[in-house]
Structure formats: structure tokens, C-alpha cells
């Protein structure tokens, strides 16, 4: 039994896990080459579950009649070890999930009704807030006018002194 991993050629140990393939080759193989999830492994390691080769697979050679369990996407992960109650216990798990969302509907409408109102109060809010600097634009234009106007009538009125004075 080769300690190599037969995709990479590393050493398999300790930091980098390996599962040995229980059909004709009898290769062994990094985890991470194969593209396992921890989790993966952690079936995989089982007692009663047996990991076959692509190649193993491919050629249909069967050296028992275990089950077995490839990786990755490619493949599946089977355990003779699921029973009945933790089926149940799934479907009972699942029937709770699927009433949460279903009393969560209500609540959801709701909360979209808040947000369509207050995105309609904040777009009025802009357009008043528009309205109000438009009106401020304005309204600093008729200063600077008045004040042009201010300063234009005392120079008509000292023009106005001076034409007295020299009048007299």
C-alpha cells in the first residue's frame, strides 16, 4: 500500500487526510485532492462505508458487496447507517421551517408595506426639500438685487446732495 497520494504524489499523513480506494487499484488519495468537504471525509471514514476510485467505478470492478461512496460532484456519499427516526426527525425538521415561513408571509407583506410608505414619504420629503432650496436661490437673489438697488439709490441721492449744493 502505497503512502502517496496517487493524483498529487504527496505523502499522505497526518495534516493531509487520505482515503484508500477499496476497489481493483487499492490507490490512496488526498482529501483535498479529490475535493472533499470535511464533512465528506467524515462519512467516508465510517465504519460500513467504502470509497471507490473513479477508475474503480468506471470499470465496475466490485471487490465486495459493501456500498460505496465517491467524491465531489461527480459522485455520492451514501451511509447505511441512516435510520428511520432520523429521517423522521428531518421531516419533522423540515415540516417546522416550512410553517415558519408560512406564518412569516404575513410579516413580510407588512414590512413591505412599511418601506413602499416610507419610500414614498422620503420622495416627497426630496421634493419638498427641492422646493425649498429653489425657494432659498431665489430668495438670496432678491437680497443681492435689493442690496444693488440699496447702493445705486445712495448714489443717486449723494448725486442728488451734490447738485444742491452746487445750486446754491
Known amino acids: 500500500m502505497s503512502q502517496e497520494c496517487s493524483i498529487c504524489e504527496d505523502k499522505i499523513g497526518k495534516k493531509k487526510h487520505g482515503l484508500q480506494c477499496v476497489g481493483f487499484c487499492r490507490l490512496m488519495y488526498h482529501a483535498v ?3 472533499l468537504s470535511a464533512d465528506q471525509l467524515a462519512v467516508l471514514k465510517q465504519p460500513g462505508v467504502h470509497w471507490k476510485c473513479e477508475q474503480c467505478r468506471a470499470r465496475g470492478a466490485k471487490k465486495d458487496n459493501t456500498e460505496d461512496a465517491t467524491p465531489a460532484s461527480s459522485t455520492t456519499i451514501e451511509n447505511k447507517n441512516v435510520n428511520k427516526d432520523d429521517y423522521n426527525t428531518l421531516v419533522n425538521i423540515l415540516r417546522g421551517v416550512q410553517d415558519n415561513l408560512k406564518s412569516s408571509r404575513p410579516e413580510q407583506t ?3 408595506s412599511s418601506v413602499s410608505f416610507c419610500t414614498s414619504k422620503i420622495e416627497d420629503f426630496e421634493r419638498k426639500l427641492d422646493s425649498w432650496k429653489d425657494y432659498t436661490k431665489k430668495t438670496d437673489i432678491l437680497i443681492q ?3 444693488a438697488m440699496n447702493s445705486k439709490l445712495s ?3 449723494n ?3 451734490d447738485v ?3 445750486s446754491r
Do not use: A, P
Open 33 to 35: 485532492c479529490l475535493k
Open 110 to 112: 407588512s414590512l413591505v
Open 164 to 166: 444742491e449744493q452746487f
Open 145 to 147: 438685487e435689493n442690496i
Open 155 to 157: 448714489t443717486i441721492e
Open 159 to 161: 448725486k442728488i446732495t
